[in-house]
């Protein structure tokens, strides 16, 4: 392995993440919290310090090849994740490194679990960094890589596929750096349109940034204790339903309609589905709510039914209720939908709306087969034909992503916690959705946790946002031993 | 005097551009990689799957799955609006119907790559209008043309082809008592179309006048039409720059087209066939030339065939390997010219370290015109002279061109400007004071530098029409 070329590229890489640090600092400056600013100022510096020595070792030489794209965007996310907790600590918020690591790789694979008792008590510089860290993580630290620097050559194509591996990854336009840039573009204009809106619907520009960032990347870290229900406002749960939605179906999809004007979005078998698990989970759960007189007013159970789900679907893991007190159906679907996830190509975590069509195509193949075995059986999604390639990859995506939900719910129980709080705290990490139920529901955090448990959980989140595929391959022998 | 169009000033080009390569064989593959690499918006239509996903795999560029030949996979491919369509996959009838489909729907340009087409580089201008092609390449011809440069062993320019061959330049060192360092130019009685268009001198090229009298020492370049032009290279090298007799191993296709030229510089030729019934096409086709009917591969009959006293050994079967075999026996029986053709050239240290100096492979040939085409800003047919110091041009002469219906005397063109020849029809004649240029002629032109921009005045518009 090309060890040298991959320290050079993780030595930017962790660059970008120091600069990123300066944006928390800005804050924290502008609420005249000077201690924080100092924390930023030194974390960035250690963060520099890091990527100018991993730039030294390494150099930009010889052909860099898979394995050391692995190396770049798996370690990528590990040194983000471990440089990004470091201000955690420095302010005082989380003094325990275990804790602060688990925030930061939270924040970073936005999954938006917290190991925060109480928020509110925290500077308004460190919940930025919190909210701002989901923001870079949602649409990918290596994406922005690519985006921001030209000279990256044909690596960056591997690098861009590693991290959105989607089995809908396709380019947008011929250079992959373009296609970054598009997505990135995206983003900034979704940004801008939600703070905007929430700034309208009366929230200040903090609440309204730091919620938009955990909203589009469908992180869910709020500076709010009670999350969106803290602004009692339904119009600004309305809002954020909406931009949810919108994060959690494929960027390329806005691209398409931009650039071929009238483009029907309903033509894509993958956002109809999604539209449909959407609509179709909320009207069960507002039935369920209501027949089971947990809500009185309609108004407020269809909100709410509508803001759960989206919140889960998408893997933003926001609340505007307590879900862990619904009844029996409602929780057991949302617990499903913990396994759904949102479009590939989105921000959003889990297994994706595009995994479940093929696989659920593929398998019914399987059943047609049993009865006329000869019979030549093509798989199309949209009017295109997956490859058998893809088939094959969502399988083992399936598998592997199962069985390490279960091995990761079975060490969790290990700790004593009820079957349900271990079962979705592995689901709800590994699928970057946040909260669970039981003692990890909306309500509650992942305070009371060891820190085996903790540093699982980590692993759990960054298996889950690079698809498991680049980061279990770390775990092979043969990886590092060709 | 007609105001310039800046379209056919062919300005440097800003920015990326868009370009779509049809076939992701060894020449799209490096074009497409090349071209990626310089920051260009590069698609690739490939047909194979396989090889679709490598290309996809290793080079920043979009690909496109299917036939290039179908409308909508052109479409797909954004063929409709690219700046140059390079269609280079391995079969010439998709190659012709993508292009012609990709110049229907708005490509800028089109470059076709055909690979055994002796017919079609003849009727060169009824395919290109045909099918909408800018520059047609046969990597036959280009073979030919590399492999008679090596043979002839001149450095820059030795032969080139114009006007589909029926132009040739060639280059020649003169000696002291050669006709050109005794008289002026203009007393020098050359062949009827043939010309002298530059003289280099060191460092130096001279587009030369009436009055100019080269030095002992310097190379002449000299023009002429096909059958001529040998005439004129022996009257003013005296005939002293005799070719010395060249062995083909393997004479298909490619071999017979290097024969047939051979044939015309009247060298010794001894050709060495495998196929039997082949042998004995070749011995009927070519009486002057030896032909033995036998294995390349076999030391014994090289030996016995006294291979060793040609001057240069040629390999063109169809096999690389067998090719390698061949030259590397050539080498060992102290052949002092070996060259190899190779059709994946890839590892081109790799033939250096066994000593072969000159493995040339068709397809780098072709990937290489084809660069070049581009950075001419699309200028089909430049030969470039001393580092760009000097152009030959084609140029057709256009209605509103101020040549046209002139005589040369008339037009007087500036110092550093010659008409080479023009082409009128099947016709190929270069012209006297007295000839007249006619609109549609084809004109080719040997310029300096400097006078470029008289060139774009004389005759407007695009280099080829």
């Given at each position: 392995m090309n060890l040298r070329s991959a320290a050079h590229f993780l030595g930017r890489l962790v660059l970008l993440v120091a600069a990123a640090e300066l944006v928390p600092m800005a804050c924290s400056a502008f609420y005249q919290e000077w201690l924080a600013v100092r924390a930023f100022l030194v974390s960035a510096l250690i963060a520099a310090l890091v990527g100018v020595v991993l730039m030294r070792f390494g150099r930009q030489r010889g052909e860099a090849y898979r394995r050391e794209g692995i190396l770049v965007v798996a370690g990528g996310w590990i040194l983000a994740s471990i440089l990004g907790a470091i201000p955690y600590i420095l302010t005082g918020a989380l003094l325990n490194p275990m804790d602060a690591l688990f925030e930061s790789a939270s924040g970073f694979t936005t999954?938006?679990?917290?190991?925060?008792?109480?928020?509110?008590?925290?500077?308004r510089g460190i919940l930025f960094w919190r909210s701002f860290s989901q923001w870079l993580g949602g649409m990918g630290i290596v994406v922005l890589f690519v985006a921001l620097l030209?000279?990256?050559?044909?690596?960056a194509r591997f690098l861009y596929k590693l991290e959105v591996?989607?089995?809908?990854?396709?380019?947008?336009?011929?250079r992959i750096r373009d296609t970054a840039l598009v997505l990135w573009k995206i983003y900034l204009a979704l940004t801008a349109l939600e703070t905007l809106f929430l700034m309208l619907a009366g929230l200040d520009l903090y609440d309204a940034l730091t919620h938009t960032f955990s909203t589009l990347s469908t992180g869910?870290?709020?500076?709010?204790?009670?999350?969106?229900?803290?602004?009692?406002s339904p119009v600004v749960e309305i809002i954020i339903i909406v931009f949810m939605f919108l994060a959690g179906a494929n960027f390329s999809l806005y691209f398409r309609v931009w650039q071929l004007k009238?483009?029907?979005?309903?033509?894509?078998t993958e956002f109809r589905l999604y539209t449909s698990i959407f609509a179709g989970a909320t009207a069960f759960v507002t039935w369920n709510l209501l027949r089971s007189d947990t809500y009185e007013h309609v108004g407020r159970a269809i909100l709410d039914s509508l803001f759960q789900v989206i919140s889960i679907l998408t893997t933003t893991?926001?609340?505007?209720?307590?879900?862990?007190?619904?009844?029996a159906f409602s929780r057991m679907l949302l617990i499903a939908l913990f396994f759904v996830g949102g479009c590939?190509?989105?921000t959003a975590g889990s297994m994706k709306v595009m995994r479940m069509v093929i696989g659920l195509k593929s398998a019914l193949r399987e059943v047609r087969l049993i009865f006329s075995p000869n019979s030549v059986l093509r798989i199309f999604v949209s009017g295109n034909r997956v490859p058998d390639s893809v088939v094959r990859s969502v399988a083992g995506f399936f598998i592997l992503y199962l069985s390490t939900w279960a091995l990761g719910a079975l060490f969790l129980s290990l700790g004593g916690p009820d079957i349900i709080t271990a079962a979705t705290a592995s689901a709800a990490t590994i699928g970057n959705i946040g909260p669970g139920l039981?003692?990890?529901?909306?309500?509650?955090?992942?305070?009371?946790?060891g820190a085996a448990d903790k540093a699982l959980m980590v692993l759990l989140m960054w298996l889950g946002r690079l698809e498991i595929y680049a980061m279990a391959a770390?775990?092979?022998r043969s990886y590092w031993k060709p | 005097m007609p105001v310039l169009d800046d379209a056919t000033m062919n300005t440097a080009h800003t920015g990326p551009q868009k370009y779509v390569v049809m076939g992701a064989g060894e020449v799209g593959f490096h074009l497409a990689r090349t071209l990626s690499l310089e920051g260009h918006l590069v698609t690739v239509i490939e047909i194979n799957p396989l090889k679709q996903e490598r290309i996809d795999e290793e080079l920043d560029v979009f690909t496109v799955g299917g036939n290039g030949a179908h409308p909508a996979v052109l479409k797909a491919a954004g063929a409709d609006s690219c700046e140059l369509f390079m269609a280079?996959?391995?079969s010439d009838e998709a190659n012709f119907t993508a292009a012609a489909v990709a110049k229907h729907m708005g490509a800028a340009r089109t470059v076709v790559r055909v690979g055994v087409a002796q017919e079609v580089i003849a009727d060169r201008r009824l395919y290109e209008a045909l099918f909408g092609v800018d520059l047609l390449l046969s990597t036959e011809l280009l073979t030919t043309t590399r492999i008679l440069n090596s043979i002839r062993g001149?450095?820059?320019?030795a032969v080139e082809y114009l006007a589909e061959g029926k132009v040739q330049l060639r280059k020649i060192h003169l000696h002291e008592d050669s006709p050109l360092i005794k008289h002026r130019l203009r007393d020098l009685t050359l062949?009827?179309?043939?010309?002298?268009v530059a003289l280099y001198r060191g460092d130096e090229l001279i587009i030369p006048s009436g009055d100019d009298i080269a030095l002992p020492g310097d190379d002449a370049l000299i023009l002429g039409t096909r059958d001529v032009v040998g005439q004129a290279e022996r009257l003013l090298s005296l005939g002293r720059e005799r070719i010395g007799s060249v062995v083909i191993a393997g004479c298909g296709s490619t071999g017979r087209t290097v024969a047939d030229a051979l044939e015309r510089l009247k060298v010794k030729v001894k050709i060495i066939e495998k196929d039997r019934p082949r042998a004995k096409k070749l011995a009927s086709t070519y009486p002057d030339f030896e032909v033995v009917h036998g294995d390349a591969t076999d030391l014994q009959l090289l030996k016995a065939e006294r291979v060793?006293?040609?001057?240069t050994f040629v390999a063109l079967t169809g096999e690389d390997e067998g090719n390698l075999m061949a030259c590397l026996l050539a080498q060992e029986l102290d052949v002092p010219q070996v060259l190899a053709l190779v059709?994946?050239?890839?590892s081109s240290k790799l033939w250096e370290r066994l000593g072969l100096l000159d493995v040339f492979s068709p397809r780098a040939l072709a990937y290489e015109k084809i660069r070049e085409y581009i950075e001419n800003?699309?200028?089909?047919?430049i030969v470039s002279l001393q580092r760009g110091a000097a152009l030959v041009l084609e140029r057709r002469l256009a209605a509103?061109?101020?040549?046209?219906?002139?005589?040369l005397a008339e037009m007087?063109?500036?110092?550093?400007?010659?008409?080479?020849a023009v082409v009128r029809g099947e016709r190929v004649f270069v012209p006297r004071g007295s000839d007249r240029l006619e609109v549609d002629d084809l004109v080719i032109l040997f310029v300096r530098e400097e006078e470029v921009d008289t060139v774009r005045l004389l005759f407007p518009g695009r280099d080829r029409t």
């Open positions: 999954t938006g679990a917290s190991v925060m008792t109480v928020i509110e008590v925290h500077g030209p000279e990256l050559g044909p690596g591996p989607g089995p809908s990854a396709e380019a947008l336009q011929p869910g870290f709020s500076p709010r204790n009670a999350s969106v229900a803290a602004f009692g009238g483009w029907n979005l309903l033509r894509d893991g926001f609340a505007t209720a307590d879900f862990d007190a619904w009844p590939a190509g989105s039981g003692a990890v529901g909306p309500t509650q955090n992942f305070a009371f946790f770390l775990f092979l | 280079v996959s391995s001149h450095n820059t320019v062949p009827k179309d043939s010309l002298v060793a006293g040609a001057q059709q994946r050239a890839e800003d699309y200028s089909a047919n509103a061109s101020p040549a046209a219906g002139v005589s007087n063109p500036p110092r550093g400007l010659i008409v080479g």
